[in-house]
């Protein structure tokens, strides 16, 4: 895991390098030992929005394969506020899958579209 905290060190300080907005999407290996604290810590929020001109942007916390019913929710009034918007949605694990059996995809069937 000390290899991951210095990635993470790494792609902080090159960040902070920059005067522009970065946004990021947490994965499941960033979860790992107590990596959700870390990324708070470190890196902002696990999941929120952002618009710019037309667009909006959804970053999603699907790290573990799933939204949650709280996240789910809050989604669904995002699209519906914004419908007049072109939207991004990014997410760790896909929404749109055509195989069932892959491991890479969201575990909640409600969630996979």
Request: net charge positive.
């Amino acid at each position: 895991m000390e290899i991951e905290r210095r990635k993470q060190k790494i792609f902080k300080n090159i960040r902070g390098m920059y005067n522009i907005p970065v946004y990021t999407a947490i994965g499941n290996h960033d979860i790992y030992q107590n990596g959700w604290t870390y990324w708070q810590n470190n890196c902002g929020r696990n999941a929120g929005h952002f618009i710019a001109g037309q667009c909006l942007f959804v970053l999603l916390d699907s790290a573990n394969g799933t939204l949650g019913e709280s996240q789910y929710t809050w989604l669904e009034q995002k699209l519906k506020d914004n419908s007049n918007k072109k939207i991004f949605i990014v997410s760790h694990f896909p929404f749109f899958e055509d195989t069932l059996s892959s491991p890479f995809r969201m575990s909640s069937q409600k969630e996979v579209y």
